[in-house]
């Protein structure tokens, strides 16, 4: 398993929009670069997705992962639970109150994958993700 990935950014919005924002995960702008499409399979019983199917496409290969969703009041954490290529995956996200009326939410992800990937380059890849993924979260949770 890689080394944990961890970003974090500050929200002008509060918690409950920060995780309603989140909580939109078939947006594929929460998930890598590389992200065809991402489909809800599975709701819980407040409506939030519970399992998504997230279709990846890079350097001629495409894979479909499976993830089950888990929430608590500030927390949402997603982990891949079928895939052909990605192997172990886990993402969380730790929404934080700043007291101000804003949030700091705090991305943290692991993965394992089953093709030979130098471990810099798959970490630096997740690192850009999450970057790009936080910054797609900001710009919607500070939109409304």
Same mark, same amino acid.
Request: hydrophobic letters at 35%.
């Given at each position: 398993?890689?080394?944990?990935?961890?970003? *974090?950014?500050?929200? %002008? $919005?509060?918690?409950?929009?920060? &995780?309603?924002?989140?909580?939109?995960? @078939?947006? =594929?702008?929460?998930?890598?670069?590389?992200?065809?499409?991402?489909?809800?399979?599975?709701?819980?019983?407040?409506?939030?997705?519970?399992?998504?199917?997230?279709?990846?496409?890079?350097?001629?290969?495409?894979?479909?992962?499976?993830?089950?969703? *888990?929430?608590?009041? %500030? $927390?949402?954490?997603?982990?891949? &639970?079928?895939?052909?290529?990605?192997? @172990?995956? =886990?993402?969380?996200?730790?929404?934080?109150?700043?007291?101000?009326?804003?949030?700091?939410?705090?991305?943290?992800?692991?993965?394992?994958?089953?093709?030979?990937?130098?471990?810099?380059?798959?970490?630096?890849?997740?690192?850009?993700?999450?970057?790009?993924?936080?910054?797609?979260?900001?710009?919607?949770?500070?939109?409304?």
């Amino acid at each position: 398993m890689s080394k944990p990935v961890t970003r *974090s950014i500050e929200i %002008d $919005a509060p918690v409950s929009r920060v &995780v309603e924002v989140i909580s939109d995960l @078939e947006n =594929t702008d929460r998930w890598a670069n590389e992200a065809k499409s991402a489909r809800v399979t599975e709701h819980d019983e407040h409506g939030r997705p519970a399992k998504i199917d997230v279709t990846l496409g890079a350097i001629g290969f495409t894979t479909t992962s499976t993830y089950a969703v *888990s929430y608590t009041d %500030d $927390a949402i954490t997603l982990t891949c &639970v079928a895939g052909k290529l990605i192997e @172990e995956s =886990t993402i969380a996200y730790r929404i934080h109150s700043r007291g101000d009326g804003g949030s700091r939410v705090e991305m943290s992800s692991t993965m394992e994958v089953t093709v030979p990937v130098p471990r810099w380059g798959l970490e630096r890849a997740m690192g850009s993700s999450a970057e790009k993924n936080l910054a797609s979260i900001k710009k919607d949770a500070e939109a409304s």
